[in-house]
């Protein structure tokens, strides 16, 4: 019987005036990430050479002049080099946001997008990039998520997903201000952002998981008293949810709801607004967390992480989370293929 082949797995350098290329230089260091996946890295070759160079380490890898050549190559244990020209060292301040990096970004995440959408590519590591950058650049969305569904044509729910080891988070609204949050909840929301983590914890290769909901209000709303969105709004949704078989729990108040998480009782948690979970997450483990992008066609990850201006270039970027992010991206991407692939 032949083993299962490896999934192709696309990383990027991110943003070039940040960590990012600095990053994947220290991960695919790592002898192990080649075990895991075909890996094709694409971007500019000098922030590639940079990257090497700041990270202090040399990395081998094998050109190739297209996606299509990546999974038909032999397994040489190297990674898969594709060059686009897509940013000048000119163009580029490390440690600043640039129309020019902004732009980068976006063109070689399309064409790993592209490379997806064909059949070339399983699954997208990406290392960190600047929303303000990309928009500078021509980002027309309020985050890198919306561009991802837009451009790959998805019509139904999509949310970020924060993880941390085997604790996973989504969120009923993300980008919005807070003063925007109540409003934006609904039954249909919290049931569609329940759902979702439910189904992806499941082909991460987690049975039966065991969910939470978080409240929305302090003290979970002090049954109605101090707030009316649980009352209203988050029990039906879980009822709902109950009794069409989604075994969920909730809701419970937000501020002690991740410590029973930490104590294992949850293995993921559904949170109201962005920095509800985000503050957790980053407090239990900000050095290992990633930012999963859920509801997608292909399996979308990122050290949670940002670009990290202020130690760009000085070789002290931290690649925990990106190791956790490509270790993520192989095992959904070895379960996954898109649609027009299948």
Same mark, same amino acid.
């Given at each position: 019987m032949n083993p299962q082949p490896k999934p192709v797995i696309a990383l990027t350098l991110g943003d070039p005036a940040g960590i990012g290329a600095e990053l994947i230089a220290r991960l695919l260091a790592k002898p192990e990430a080649c075990q895991r996946a075909n890996i094709v890295l694409v971007g500019d070759a000098w922030l590639w050479r940079e990257g090497q160079r700041v990270a202090g380490v040399q990395v081998a890898t094998q050109p190739v002049d297209s996606f299509e050549a990546v999974r038909a190559r032999p397994d040489t244990g190297v990674p898969a080099w594709l060059e686009?020209?897509?940013?000048?060292?000119?163009?580029?301040?490390?440690?600043?946001?640039?129309?020019?990096?902004?732009? #980068?970004?976006?063109?070689?995440?399309?064409?790993?997008?592209?490379?997806?959408?064909d059949g070339h590519v399983d699954a997208i590591c990406f290392a960190p990039l600047n929303k303000f950058a990309m928009k500078l650049?021509?980002?027309?969305?309020?985050?890198?998520?919306?561009?991802?569904?837009?451009?790959?044509?998805?019509?139904?729910?999509?949310?970020?997903?924060?993880?941390?080891?085997?604790?996973?988070? &989504?969120?009923? &609204? #993300?980008?919005?201000?807070?003063?925007?949050?109540?409003?934006?909840?609904?039954?249909?929301?919290?049931?569609?952002?329940?759902?979702?983590?439910?189904? &992806?914890?499941?082909?991460?290769?987690?049975?039966?998981?065991?969910?939470?909901?978080?409240?929305?209000?302090?003290?979970?709303?002090?049954?109605?008293?101090?707030?009316?969105?649980?009352?209203?709004?988050?029990?039906?949704?879980?009822?709902?949810?109950n009794e069409e078989g989604l075994p969920v729990q909730g809701p419970f108040p937000a501020d002690t709801i991740f410590l029973r998480a930490q104590a294992g009782e949850f293995q993921a948690i559904v949170t109201m607004y962005h920095d509800q979970g985000q503050i957790a997450i980053k407090l239990l483990g900000f050095a290992r967390g990633v930012t999963v992008q859920g509801g997608l066609p292909i399996p979308i990850t990122t050290p949670a992480h940002g670009t990290a201006y202020d130690i760009a270039g000085q070789g002290r970027a931290n690649v925990e989370a990106t190791w956790q992010a490509f270790q993520i991206a192989c095992r959904m991407g070895a379960s996954h293929r898109f649609p027009s692939s299948q």
């Open positions: 686009r020209d897509t940013v000048r060292p000119d163009q580029v301040t490390v440690g600043q946001a640039q129309a020019a990096g902004g732009a #980068s970004v976006l063109r070689v995440l399309d064409a790993c997008m592209d490379a997806a959408r650049g021509g980002l027309a969305h309020d985050d890198e998520l919306h561009h991802f569904a837009q451009y790959l044509g998805v019509d139904g729910y999509f949310c970020e997903f924060n993880t941390l080891g085997e604790l996973w988070t &989504s969120r009923v &609204s #993300s980008h919005i201000p807070l003063k925007d949050a109540a409003a934006a909840l609904s039954v249909d929301g919290i049931k569609a952002a329940t759902r979702l983590i439910y189904r &992806s914890l499941e082909a991460n290769g987690i049975a039966a998981p065991r969910v939470a909901v978080a409240a929305f209000n302090p003290h979970g709303g002090d049954g109605g008293t101090c707030g009316r969105e649980e009352v209203d709004i988050i029990a039906p949704a879980v009822r709902q949810m």
